[in-house]
Structure formats: structure tokens, C-alpha cells
């Protein structure tokens, strides 16, 4: 293939989710601009957008990441409800299961969530226990195998009401079909391999010494030429490590691998469809103790996806094609999802995959940030698919030189508070 | 040769100054309690501490890192004057030539510094040029080669009096000395390769899941055995990076190479013996615009040795073997060092050599914090031989279990401030 070059106004590298919903606020806010999103997969939302579980939330002790979620969800909302674009957005809860140490734990950060107006329900174990008859709530003094794994009774359950599930392709499918619409390119199968880094002004000097020069990202090289533009929006979740490691610029991420297992079997059926939880009759996302496993309902396929982050121990590591192991099903989730829900008893996945998490390891907020050229958005944790319309209205902003975003219903947002000098974030301290 | 195993109860992971500082800290402050420092190297300071300038200065906007300098500082000259341990300590000053963008630009930096009663002189660009007879203080406005690179005339030359520097391999001597004098064991040749790391309490379950139970590390295996001790202290540099993603620990540090020139000649003499700035008659530790090239005397060589941090374009890189690139000189320092001071024309480094920066790319500030039995001391950022006692005695608080350190003079030290989520810092603006 020949060699080609192109210039644009903005470059956006990846059409993950973060990248769509960039490439699609900046073209809405500046309808002449002329936008390319580069991707190196065959289609939008191949990479860790695709390896989501895809449940939303609104549950943060973080006020930014509360602000980004909930307009972010608000708007999925209106995109599904007024825009009549089905992005299978269901508000089916999520239901935390905590021991008493945990409740402990968490009880300053519940106290905080609703003083901040996040709706809440609270359950008492013997209504769980009702409402999942299967499931050991309590946890029998004689459990010898509870004991050892250090397993404990289930003393609360605290439901996130703006909470559920969403299904990542259909919000990638609306995105995509929206930047076409205002005449965005896509660039599929183009890899980038390097950013053009280059003097400002060229003196013209032998090798062009960038060390007492102002040097800026004058857009990408990928695998099939050159695209010069003005600004680079760097939208690649924890790749951007790598590529801006070249570069010498701290992306500010650690990559880590995140494994989703895919369950099924008649007794999976029964805690699904676990009535009084939500109208649509089925059991929240559930996270378990002493970890927080979590548990994906997917009530149109009647299975579960569930999976559980590790933190000491799991290296920080990027892979082109991550891959989920049995063995992390078998010895680090089964022994205690099928202790509280026997439902899973010899059950085995029957699909499995893996991604990573982008994750931010101090405040666990995302960051958005200008650098020579470039304009950074990362460290999702996580969480991106419920921040990524935000996030894409504040990077818009930002590759506007606008000091302020609206984000979706009209809330102004102060961009500055992503950064890195000028950073204003809390730490979250409600982490899964 | 026979792999053994060995207690302690603490290991220090890396024989450089500030692995060294740390131990030093911990014994004499715990006489009872058993420490072993393993290197990687043939002896001590070999690493990034043997490829440092070793300037020392005081100069530092962030309290933090100024209080950190300063008893540093302080506790040096105690060894030299007092115990009488040559460090060949000279403070001769440091010495800033700025242009007016650069003085403007630092304006308020140096109001700070003054109002935070560090000692400063400032010198008028007549005053330099006569102290500096074959300098181009004043660059020529039909000086057409100063035009095409951008370089303007030197507006104000500032002083930092705490500041000059020392000899790394001394200040190693010492504490290596003292280590073992209080019973420390040093083992060379002996290079980490992993953690120990295991669940706390050890369950017996299959493969000991560490994802829902408390991991801990409990030591180190180094190519010649396990040794296990009760805390493990990181002192690794920039080097922690690798080390700590493998067990998914966020190091907050990114490795950067930096070159080191040493220059001699005839002209290079007169410029060392300058006149003026100080009582032992040398040039200050220099720096020069437009990105400060540093240049540092050594009197009783009679050499500078010159080098220059870049930021975008060189990338974030651990190489066990680093190596200095004449490259660099020729195109990224000689023509900005030749055309202020001539007196470098045509000189060529007689010897050269690399290192790396252990940068903290967000504050400037060290990192200390505790994760799971480690205690990491990392992100020095360049400034690490001038900070390495203090930071050994917030070590130490660390492994006692303290919450404030004493540091050299009596001043408290909030070791929290260094931590994590617990960091309180300001950024570095006074950044070389």
C-alpha cells in the first residue's frame, strides 16, 4: 500500500469508547472541524471497550467522578429514551454485599454518598436471604470451609439505584454512526507507530536539537503514512503508556489485566431472575465479599459475567491479546462465589476474556491533560464506560481552548481539575 | 554456588545512596535490630548515585524538598567539619544565568525562596560580564548564529550560598563504613530478582489465592537464595519501576537517561578559577538557558563536567547500562555552552557517562511510602544526593512504625506527607 499524508485539524488515536465519544463532541462543538479517529482494529470498540462488563454507576465518593457519571448516564438516557437508540441501558441497580467489617469499613464513605444525594436502599440480611433463598447470607458458625477461607455472614446489602447494566457495542454503534453523520473520518486496520515530534520553529540546525527547542506533536505515523494535525488527542486507555513513554511524557497509568468469565445453568437462571430488587425483575450487578467479585445479570442471554480485581500480585502489564485463565476462575473466584451462591456449584465458564484496567493508582479519577500537541485522556480505572460522554465533552473543551465544559444537562465543569499541575480531584476511596 | 537462606529484619533492596542513607538510619536509631543491604554491584554507590553531578543546593520551591535539602546539607557538613570525614563538601554556590523570559518566568520563584529565607545573591549582568571576562553575557543584537538558535543576553545571574557540591563516592564511604561498624550486613554481588510474596494468614488452599486474601511480602530472592525479613525497603531508583510492576505496586516513577560531559582545557581553566563568587575561587555549579545546561566544577581536577535534562523526545527508559551519546553533546549542549562561553570552543568531552533520572513527573518531591511489608523511597528526580539523609531518617520512622521522623538539626517530619493517598507536597517549581 502506498505511502500516504493527510492533515486534519485534530488526530484522535483509538476509537475505544473515550475516543468516540471525544471525536463526536469535538465535531458537535465545532461542526467545521475537520476530525480523523485513527484505530488499528477492523472496527470501533475492539480493544478493552470490548472487553468491558459495561455496568454503569453513579456510586463515587469522588465528586468529579460523581459529576462525570451521572450526566454521563443522564445522557445515555436521553439517547436511549428521546433519541429512541436502544443502547440495552437498564437501571437494574447494583447491590454491594458486605460484611460487617466491610459495612464498617465503608460506613463513612455510605454516610458521604447520601449526603451527596446519591440514592441508596439499604437491605437487612433476612430480607436477602428471602429475596436469594438459595444464597448463604449467613454464614453457619460450623462452616469449616468458610472459616478457612475466612468467609462471613453478609450484614448488609446497599443497592445504587442510578446503577445498572449497558451494553458497550450499542453505545460504540451510536457514537460511530453520529461521527459519520457530521462527516468524521474513521480510519480502521491503521496502526499508529510513533508520534511526529517536531521543533517549533525549525531553526533549520543540524539533528534539530529538541532539548533547547519548544518541540510539539504535529500528529501520528501509522502503518500506512503520515497525519499531520494540529492537535492529538491521545484516546488509547493504557496503551498510552507505551506510546507516550517514547515521547518521555508520563501518561500518568498503569495497565492491568481484567478477566471476565461468562456463566450459565439452571440454577444461574434462578438467582438471575431474583425478584424485588428492580421492576425488571432480575438481580442487580452484585459485588461479593471479602474482595468484591462482581456479578454482571445479563437478562436477555439468562447468564453472568463475573470477575474480581486484583490488586497485590498481578503484574502491571500491557498485551496486544490479554487472555482470561481458568486457573483465576477456579482457584481465585469460584471457591468463594459458589460458597455464597451454591447456584454455582460445578459450574464452569462457559466464555472468557480478558482486557485491562487503565487504571489511575492515586486518585482513581481520570486524567485529561495538554502536553506538546497533545491532549491525554486516560485513566479510566475502570470505569470509562460510565464517564465517556463526560469525558469526551471535556477533552472537546479542552482541544478548544475552553477553560470550562458543559457536560450533558448542563452542568459546567472546570477542565483544569483533570490535570496534573492543576489537579482537584478527592481520591475515591469507593473502589471495587 | 549453594543457595541458602537468610532472616533479617529488614532488607534494603540497593546499596545507593539512598538505600544506604535508609540503612544507616535504621540501625542507629534500633541497635538491636538485624539489617542487610543487598547489591546488585561488586561495592557500594554504583549505580545511578556513581552518575551524578552531585551538586547540592537548597533551592527548591516545595517545602518539602527544601527541608529535605537543607538538613541533608546540614548533616553533611556535620560529618565533614565535626567527625571530620572529608565529603569533599564545597559550597561554592550555584549560580543561574537568566535570560529576562527566564527571569520574568522565575520571578515569583524567587520572591518564595527569599520570603522562605533562603540565602540568595543576585548579580547584574555588568557585574557577571567583568567576572566573566570571556563570556558572551551580553549576546550581540547582529549576532545572526545567537539569533537563528534563540538565545538572548543574560538579564540577572542568581546565587543560591547553601548550594555547591560533594563527592558521591565519599558520602557512600561513610554511611558504608558506619553500616558495618554498627553490624549491618552488605551483600554484593548479589542482585534481587523477586519478591517473596505470601498470604497472610498461609490458608493451605489450592495455589493460595491472593486475590480475596492479604498479601504480604516477605522478603526478597536474589540469585544467590531467599532472604526473609520482616519489611523490605525499596531503594532500587527508578529501577523500582520494573521491580514493583511485576507484583502490581505503582512505583509513581519513570526512569529518563542522563548524560554527563567532562570537559578540560586551557580555556576551560580560566573559567573554573572565576573570581568573585565565593572564597574558594571557582565558578559556581552553572547553569545556562534557554533549558539549563549545567555545568559543575571540579577544582581539584580542574573539569567541568556539563550535562543538560531534556523532557519531550527523549523517552522514559531503564537500561542497566546506560550509555552517554556524543550526539548529545555536540548537537544539544556544545553549540548553547560554546556560544556563551567560548572559552569551550572546539573542546570535546574527554570522558563521558549516563545515568538515569528517577523522576517524579507529577510534584518533584520523593516518594515514601508503605505497600503491603515494602517500604519504597523512590522518585528523588535528580535531587536525590542532596535529599538521601533525610530521606533515610523518614525511612526509618517508616520502619519503626513512627509517624513523624527527626531530621539532622531536630527538626519533625510528618513522614505521611511523603506517602501516597496520605501526600502532602507542593509541586517543584523550580525545576533544573
Redesign the interface.
Known sequence: MASRSEEYDVVVVGAGIVGLASAYHILSQNPGCQVAVVEKAASAGQGDTAKTVAGIRNTFTSEVNRVLSETSIDFYKHVQDELKFDLHLELVGYLWLLTAELAKQFDSVIDRMKKDGIALKLWQPDQLSKMLPRSRIAIDSGDEEAK???LNSIAMGLQGLKCGTIAAEKLVEFYEREIRKMGGSILYRERMNSFI?EPRPK?????E?????N?KVEGVVTTRGRIRAEQTVVATGCWSTDLL??????S?V?A?KRQVFALKGAGVSDLLFSKGFNEQGVLPMTLIP??LIYMKPNRSEGTFWVG?S????????FEEEPAAED?FYT???Y??LSHYFPNFKDIRPFNKWAGHYD?N??DGNPYIFE??GLIVADGTSGSGMMKADAIGRIVAAVQAGKDMATLYGGKHFKVAKLG??TRQVE?EEFVI
Open positions: 478457612i477461607m475466612g515530534l531553526l533549520g540546525l543540524p539533528k536539537p529538541l532539548v533547547w527547542q518541540a513513554s517514547h515521547l518521555g511524557i508520563d500518568h498503569r492491568k471479602p474482595r474480581v486484583d490488586y497485590v500480585g498481578r503484574p502491571f502489564t486457573d482457584y481465585d473466584i471457591p468463594v487504571l493508582t492515586i502536553d506538546s496534573v499541575e481520591p
